[in-house]
């Protein structure tokens, strides 16, 4: 069956630095999808990507992160300056076609821990 | 804005139990999914069972189905036959489909699971 593939599945970072994560969605699917999970906390809705551009985003997602799919296979989340807060689990979800429900995917997280 | 309330934070049942886990929503939309991951210690999402707006007949899968009252904005889980695997948080969950994009989904707080043996 189909994954969605993040890596890495754990990142200790330094306060004040830039981190990378990188997701490889399913081929086939269009949309592509960041999540959050503070330990303990519901998951919550950071950003959609669709036809190579923002189609939405949450309050979450200030001008501190950015998405890019650099190469047609990758979709990579980039928080440019760490905060302390931005400890969590991040998850990255893609789905199917616009018109017909092909199946929401995630991936299984990438724990950020930021000290 | 959409809200996904679960009111049980924390529930148990015996093994070969049947349970239920209480989901409700608030939209204005018409058009919509609603769906249940699994969360277990390895913290990966698993989608567990989802349920289109539009369609009357509950959902199941397997062990898993739904009681999808539309009128009244609920949406529960019910677990036959429970097994220790079970044991999770359970998050409810509801996307819009209005326009028949795909948007993001909202998440309940969710419900910890633990299935005694």
Known sequence: ?115 | AQTVTQSQPEMSVQEAETVTLSCTYDTSENNYYLFWYKQPPSRQMILVIRQEAYKQQNATENRFSVNFQKAAKSFSLKISDSQLGDTAMYFCAFMNRAGGSQGNLIFGKGTKLSVKP
């Open chain 1, 1 to 115: 069956e189909p994954e969605v593939t993040q890596t890495p599945s754990h990142q200790v970072t330094q306060m004040g630095q830039e981190v990378i994560l990188r997701c490889v969605p399913i081929s086939n699917h269009l949309y592509f999808y960041w999540y959050r999970q503070i330990l303990g906390q519901k998951v919550e809705f950071l950003v959609s990507f669709y036809n190579n551009e923002i189609s939405e985003k949450s309050e979450i997602f200030d001008d501190q992160f950015s998405v890019e799919r650099p190469d047609g296979s990758n979709f990579t989340l980039k928080i440019r300056s760490t905060k302390l807060e931005d400890s969590a689990m991040y998850f990255c979800a893609s789905s199917g076609g616009t018109l017909t429900y092909y199946g929401y995917t995630f991936g299984s997280g990438t724990r950020l821990t930021v000290v």
